[in-house]
């Protein structure tokens, strides 16, 4: 068994995506390959400033919360090769497992178990040059595919993704406002305006317990 850095384990409400609400144990890893601007884990990005644990202690920990539900997010969880021997330990304990993925990295590896969610990164993160497009063509109805819109500019040019990638009816797709920066009612109203096929996430984690860590 291999081993992880782990930038924080701990249980919440899941806050985001199509199972918000749930009670839900997270598993962040450290170390991510982007800067994005808008980042509110930067705590996790560099991978040293995590505490390196075997594969088997992390799974233990998450048995110990007692929830059905794991998301393993970062960071970005697809650096660390040993993030797959901790999702087939989990998957074979019977929970149900999210993947979080800021879609740089090849997903057709991850087991067509998980629920992968990728976080398709907008021009005003300043990351949407390091998207693997491949990567939208391998969604499934299960997957999910999020949209962090800041502004206009970003949310124009996430429905021309879902229009060139064809992304409707094929994976469930999210829009939540950059925390901050846009105001969900006008979201709310773009999306209206434009019978837009998406769902309307705002951070529920961040309205309950604000930046506290943990949460």
Partial sequence: ??????AELF??????????????????????????????????????????MDVKEVAARVRDFGLPLVQITGGEPLLQPACGE??????????TVLLETNGTLDISCVDPRV???????????????SICWENTRQLRPHDEIKFVVADRSDYDWACDVIHREKLA?????????????????????WMLRDRLQARLQIQLHKIIWGDERGR
């Fill in 1 to 6: 068994m291999g081993k992880l850095r782990i």
């Fill in 11 to 52: 249980e919440s409400i899941q806050g985001e995506g199509t199972r918000a609400g749930l009670p839900c144990a997270f598993v962040r890893l450290a170390g991510c390959n982007l800067r994005c601007s808008y980042c509110d884990t930067e705590f996790a990005q560099d991978a040293e400033t995590g505490n390196e």
């Fill in 86 to 95: 901790l999702i087939d330990i989990l998957l074979d304990d019977g929970a």
């Fill in 115 to 129: 629920i992968r969610i990728m976080d398709l990164k907008c021009p005003t993160s300043g990351s949407s040059g």
């Fill in 169 to 189: 009816g094929r994976c469930q797709i999210l829009f939540s406002p950059a925390f901050g920066e846009l105001d969900p009612r006008t979201l709310a109203e």
